[in-house]
């Protein structure tokens, strides 16, 4: 087993075309087929891994059209994660149950967290944070996230907190963002392998599409990488897409990448925002792990950080401290866009997706604690990734099995291909099976709309324990003996002495 590096911290994270089998909660490992767009009392094709065909239930009387989408959604997708709750794996209470190595959370710095929203300082209570407050979010929260950018997108003139919009999370920006600059029926670019659950975000509120730029792993030359985003690839869907009779809106940029864990550089950044610019779209740069890039050689920039954008007023970038502050749970998420049309249109929206005051104040005093993040938090929570992630890339190199990595991110990529001897997406879904059923969760690659078959996103930012156990499960059934693992002798399973749970 690994050992987490460890101090004593006790003072002071729909797309188009013909074969569209799009999972909605992607960092469930689930699927869903079909568009949002497709007509609600169609009967739907067979679901891999849902089971008997779904219908939209035209007789559901207490619905809206609208509403028994809703529920199509809820019903189609999230299989893999709620089998999880149903039988989520407890050291004590539940030792067989399932080892989530699916959902992207950090799970590594909880003592970290827990000792810094338990100061003083974060107890807080006036009138002012009872009331309603500007929907953009307060005034000092939004000087606050402006500042906080400025430092470590490293921006070139320090941003504004006018430019600032804080919302209830990533998927609540995804959604306002699609509503306020797309009609119905439009589309954004999007490169894939991505994060699925951006189709659900996107489409249930603002009935907007995705249009995929299918990337591949083939490495064609010294200067090339696997699924590697071109110019020339954007043009081509874009054409694409306008040959269906589509009308594309805007291009998501996810940096670093989610599954990938691929970082843009500067120049490949420049060049897409050229891309757009030339085609009048939007850019959506959404930004949420930005912080959690523990390999240094990876060079990460901010798009914030470029000398000049392109096209500002079509720019917009999103944050979050779901990810890079392993806070998923407390919902926080913030737009910086130079658009005040834009920036209006979404504070509109977060009548909605607002957040409430004592949230604001907590986060306003946690961005403020540069000492704190910089001393203490960041660089212990990239060692915490960096060793999870060294224990799991030399589990998969023993097993001979190939993989991506780019030091950014809770994920590695991983090349199950020679285990479908077919190589077909139903061989995929077999395996994908097979791990949850010997209790381990994964996301399959059809779950982030990757053209080929047999690619798996593990991730790794859990604790030791629950990581060594889940990759014991995981080479169970690549060997072909799958069987619920239990739990090693204790004395080979205990975490570090001085580290919380």
């Known amino acids: ?15 188009l075309g013909p074969t569209c089998l799009q999972d909605l909660g992607s960092s469930h490992g689930d699927d869903l087929e079909g568009e949002c767009s497709r007509k609600l009392d169609q009967k739907l094709p067979e679901l891999p891994g849902v089971g008997d065909s779904a219908m939209l239930s035209p007789d559901t009387s207490y619905l809206s059209s609208r509403g028994r989408m809703i529920k199509w959604f809820w019903d189609s997708a999230e299989e893999g994660y709620r089998t999880y709750h149903m039988d989520e794996y407890d050291e004590n209470k539940n030792p067989s149950g399932i080892i989530n190595l699916g959902v992207s959370e950090n799970k590594l710095c909880f003592d970290l967290l827990s000792w810094r929203l338990s100061q003083s300082d974060m107890q807080r209570v006036e009138p002012s944070l009872l009331q309603y407050a500007d929907w953009r979010g307060h005034l ?37 963002l699609a509503t306020v600059l797309c009609e119905a029926g439009e589309a954004f670019l999007i490169p894939t392998p991505y994060y699925g659950a951006i189709t659900q975000h996107v489409c249930l509120y603002g009935n907007v599409r995705l249009a995929c730029v299918y990337l591949d792993s083939e490495v064609t030359g010294l200067d090339t990488r696997p699924f590697q985003l071109t110019v020339e690839k954007l043009e081509m869907a874009l054409r694409e897409a306008h040959s269906e009779g589509v009308k594309v809106k805007g291009l998501i940029l996810i940096n670093p990448q989610n599954p990938l864990g691929d970082i843009y550089s500067p120049e490949e950044l420049q060049e897409y925002l050229v891309f757009a610019k030339r085609h009048k779209l939007h850019v959506i740069v959404d930004e949420v792990y930005m912080l959690s890039v523990f390999e240094e050689s990876a060079g990460y920039r901010s798009v914030l950080s470029l000398e000049r954008l392109p096209d500002p007023q079509r720019t917009h970038v999103m944050w979050a401290t779901s990810k890079d502050f392993g806070m998923s749970g407390l919902r926080f998420g913030t737009l910086y866009t130079e658009n005040q049309d834009v920036a209006t249109a979404v504070a509109s929206l977060c009548r909605y997706h607002g957040l409430s005051g004592l949230v604001q104040y907590q986060m306003a005093q946690l961005l403020r604690d540069r000492d704190w993040i910089n001393q203490v938090y960041l660089p212990e929570n990239h060692a915490r990734l960096k060793a999870a992630h060294t224990y799991v890339s030399e589990e998969l190199r023993a097993l001979g099995i190939p993989f991506l990595s780019r030091g950014a991110g809770f994920f590695i990529w991983v090349d199950l291909r020679k285990y479908l ?29 990757c053209k080929e078959p047999g690619w798996f996103r593990f991730v790794f930012s859990d604790q030791a324990h629950r990581l060594c156990l889940g990759m014991q499960r995981v080479r169970q059934v690549l060997a072909g003996k799958s069987q619920v693992a239990e739990d090693p002798p204790s004395s080979q399973s205990q975490e570090p002495s001085d580290q919380r749970r």
Do not use: H
């Not at 690994?2 to 994270?13: G, N, V, Y």
């Open 421 to 449: 001897p077919k190589g077909t997406f139903e061989e995929e879904m077999l395996l994908w099976r097979r791990f949850l059923d010997n209790r381990v969760l994964l996301s399959f690659g059809k779950a982030f709309e």
């Open 140 to 176: 000092f929260l939004r000087e606050e996230v402006a500042k906080f950018l400025s430092f470590y997108c490293k921006s070139p003139a320090p941003l504004r907190p006018e430019n600032v919009v804080v919302l209830n999370g990533g998927a609540s920006l995804f959604s306002a």
């Open 1 to 15: 087993m690994f050992t987490l590096p460890q101090k004593d911290f006790s003072a002071p994270t729909t797309c």
